[in-house]
């Protein structure tokens, strides 16, 4: 076993814009206006997507590297569905989240068809955050004390 | 039903680190040196927490104005805990991704303790990504042709 703790903190700029901090690195969340915010970044859900991307790019390599296959070059897309009824407080049986979510990789790879798909394969099956998206994960949100936050 | 489809698209710059766009945005993911990157950004799994945080930052906003609350400051931390062993290939039955996921909300708000741990429990039953993380949800990852991609 490897554990490894991760955690990020950020600040409420406004009703839909958080600051947010993590090592050392700082970016901005936010809404555009037709969902009510100032479009001082991407949004939540955006994030979330992107980091899929990100961690599709780290599997693959990492997966193809172990197999002794070359790739060239990779281009990566996250995309998904959601239903905001429930998002902005409908009577709905909609789930809140997306419906579904698609990551489309365009691999040039030195190798087979085939041996690009079973890459795939074993990428998103190592992939932490394709676990946490496909699978259910223990969440939580409480409220902290000001002297006992970050 | 009010249907959104949402997609980001990277582009593979080394083995760990991928240059995102979204809607004229752009950042970068990386792995820091101990992962094997050279640290351009955050890394997948941080923007997916970050995602987590700014998410609940928008609802615990949108459910309190609903409710005539005035929200005067929120500091929002989300963290989680992973085991490495699977994402890099050991034999093992752990999950590939977070364990669990907890998010902390520092509150400062016009109202009594039970309604702010009110507006977080309605905010979280409707926030998209507390669902997406909590719940699964259909994932799939799949090769295209450089003609189909983007």
């Not at 690195?25 to 555009?32: A, G, N, Q, R, S």
């Not at 197999?67 to 990566?76: A, E, F, K, W, Y």
């Amino acid at each position: 076993m490897s554990t490894m703790k991760v955690a990020v903190s950020g600040t409420s700029r406004s009703a839909t814009r958080l600051d947010v901090s993590v090592r050392g690195f700082d970016f901005v969340i936010d809404e555009p206006p037709a969902l009510g915010g100032a479009d001082a970044g991407p949004n939540p859900v955006e994030y979330v997507l992107a980091g899929f991307a990100g961690c599709i790019n780290v599997m693959v390599h990492l997966v193809a590297r172990e197999r002794g296959t070359t790739i060239r070059s990779l281009s990566v897309r996250a995309e998904g569905e959601l239903d905001t009824d429930r998002l902005m407080g409908k009577s709905t049986d909609a789930r809140a989240g997306f419906a579904w979510i698609r990551v489309t990789a365009e691999v040039d790879a030195e190798a087979s068809v085939e041996e690009v798909e079973e890459i795939l394969r074993i990428a998103e099956s190592r992939c932490p955050v394709a676990d946490n998206l496909g699978a259910a994960t223990p969440v939580e949100l409480v409220r902290v004390e000001a002297a006992a936050a970050v």
